[in-house]
């Protein structure tokens, strides 16, 4: 059994910050490839961010140099840190991890539940 939690999503209002974190636990063996999604009411969802086991990075054009995706392997942990934020940024950010439970597995897609992340004065 796998799971990812989200935490630090909140009301912030516009121009403010917010660091979203997102912990993998369970069997793992290693993870790969790990991001940031989301999705605001009536859109598909997108990625925000992605960033692979040695840090190299890819952002939507929307956040790039707002946002910034980090990773802590050791703790199985990625991050978002969110800076400059606007009320179009407002949606469930939900994490996202490429997982090897074994030795022996190809790496499988995990999705966490979802933090709410709400921009408004």
């Known amino acids: 059994q796998v799971q990812l939690v989200e935490s630090g999503g909140d009301l912030v209002q516009p121009g403010g910050s917010l660091r979203l974190s997102c912990t993998a636990s369970g069997s793992i063996f290693s993870i790969s490839t790990m991001g940031w999604y989301r999705q605001a009411p009536g859109n598909q969802r997108e990625l925000v961010a992605s960033?692979?086991?040695?840090?190299?990075?890819n952002y939507a054009g929307s956040v790039k140099g707002r946002f910034t995706i980090s990773r802590d392997n050791a703790k199985n942990t990625v991050y978002l840190q969110m800076n400059s934020l606007k009320p179009e940024d407002t949606a469930v950010y939900y994490c996202?991890?490429?997982?090897?439970?074994?030795?022996?597995?190809?790496?499988?897609?995990?999705w966490g539940q979802g933090t709410l992340v709400t921009v408004s004065s």
């Open positions: 960033i692979t086991r040695t840090s190299n990075t």
């Open positions: 996202n991890a490429y997982i090897r439970r074994t030795n022996r597995d190809y790496p499988s897609e995990f």
